[in-house]
């Protein structure tokens, strides 16, 4: 068996929890902006111009953060929204 010291045992466990976290944290930014995105592609699917639309997501975002930093809770938004015109886009209306 090899002997490891103790400071070098918790710098590796440490180590381990941080790229755990990491990884945590780069899954729920990338479902967060995909979230954004398909709102942002369906408000411009509905004729609104650019900066509008990126207005109005940048303000849903710091709506939603503030109400969980707020009550405490985490982000739960997983279904991406549908835009209202998908049927007339694939030509079935």
């Known amino acids: 068996m090899i002997a490891v010291s103790m400071p070098a045992m918790l710098l590796g466990y440490m180590i381990y929890l941080f790229c755990e976290v990491f990884l945590w944290l780069r899954i729920a930014c990338l479902l967060a902006l995909l979230i954004l995105k398909a709102r942002y592609e369906a408000l411009r699917g509905r004729g609104k111009f650019a900066k509008v639309a990126i ?10 953060l503030n109400a969980m930093l707020r009550t405490g809770t985490p982000w739960r938004d997983l279904a991406l929204p549908v835009p209202e015109n998908t049927a007339r886009l694939q030509g079935t209306a």
Not at 55 to 64: G, H
């Open 55 to 64: 207005v109005a997501c940048m303000r849903i975002f710091i709506v939603r």
